[in-house]
């Protein structure tokens, strides 16, 4: 079973796996760096050899990264754009050295330029980042997204068109629970779940899902509100979550809800419970 968190990298990168101990997880995920700066973060040569013996002695199975929220690979203001693929390519290149497997991105917002545009600009800045790695093996994994303002991603074609252009076993894909009911996928029953999961198979093949992202929503069906809520508490329910704990206990899942009162261990415990 891959279940797990978000962990805090607070006081370093290797205090993500002290977290993960507490809590008796398999998998987590974690920002490399200050996601809310552009500033890079450099990956010491002894910071990344400490963070990979202390991965090995864990019981990590597979750990992973965000990329930073400021990226925006559909941006049509050149500058950005520049600036969000040379992060992306700093982010692949600080996993390459922390052993981590892969890194969540969200594809971007095309702003006053229009879905398609956008989504060519992400399939530009992909190939880039993609030439500039070329010895990497992390992949990279588009996140469906909620559909606030004119975000890319909020269908699952525009990942396929995207995969499409790219043309790369790199590219892949982590699915967001919440994002999608809040784009307007009705997940709430077992039905519904599946028949979501059929147009995520037609659109890009399950086999390319590498990730999944456990959040209910405060938001309701179609709100495109990016509001996430802890397990059962939100406008989602429990019984797409009883369908993803069963139908993939071998991707990984994190839950990505807010921290207090120890709600990592209650979410986690409503999780396990619903095998």
């Excluded at 008796?24 to 552009?38: A, D, L």
């Excluded at 890079?40 to 910071?47: L, Y």
């Excluded at 969200?106 to 190939?127: F, M, T, W």
């Excluded at 070329?134 to 559909?147: C, D, F, M, R, Y």
Aim: proline content about 1%; aromatic content about 6%; overall charge neutral.
């Amino acid at each position: 079973m891959l279940l797990g968190v978000h962990c805090s990298i607070s006081g370093g990168l290797r205090n993500a796996f002290r977290e993960a101990a507490s809590l008796g997880i398999t998998t987590f995920q974690i920002f490399t760096k200050n996601q809310r700066q552009w500033k890079e973060k450099v990956v010491e040569p002894a910071e990344a050899s400490q963070f990979r013996s202390d991965f090995e002695g864990s019981g990590v199975k597979t750990a992973f990264s965000h990329a930073s929220y400021l990226i925006n690979l559909a941006s049509d203001e050149d500058g950005l754009w520049l600036h969000s693929t040379e992060a992306l390519i700093g982010e692949v290149r600080r996993c390459d050295l922390l052993g981590l497997a892969f890194i969540v991105l969200h594809p971007g917002a095309a702003k006053g330029s229009g879905e398609q545009e956008g989504i060519e600009r992400v399939v530009k800045a992909l190939k880039v980042v993609l030439h500039a790695t070329g010895e990497s093996s992390v992949k990279i994994l588009l996140e469906n997204t909620a559909g606030q303002g004119t975000t890319i991603g909020h269908k699952f074609e525009h990942l396929r068109q995207i995969m499409d252009g790219v043309d790369s076993g790199r590219i892949c894909v982590c699915f967001d629970t919440c994002h999608a009911f809040a784009a307007g996928y009705d997940i709430r029953t077992k039905s519904g779940f599946e028949v979501t999961m059929e147009r995520l198979d037609r659109a890009v093949g399950l086999r390319r899902l590498m990730a999944i992202h456990l959040n209910d929503s405060k938001g309701d069906l179609g709100s495109n509100r990016d509001r996430h809520e802890h397990i059962g508490k939100g406008k989602i329910g429990v019984e797409p979550f009883r369908q993803i704990m069963k139908q993939f206990q071998h991707t990984v899942k994190v839950i990505e809800t807010p921290k207090e009162d120890r709600m990592d261990e209650v979410n986690l415990r409503v999780l396990r419970e619903l095998i």
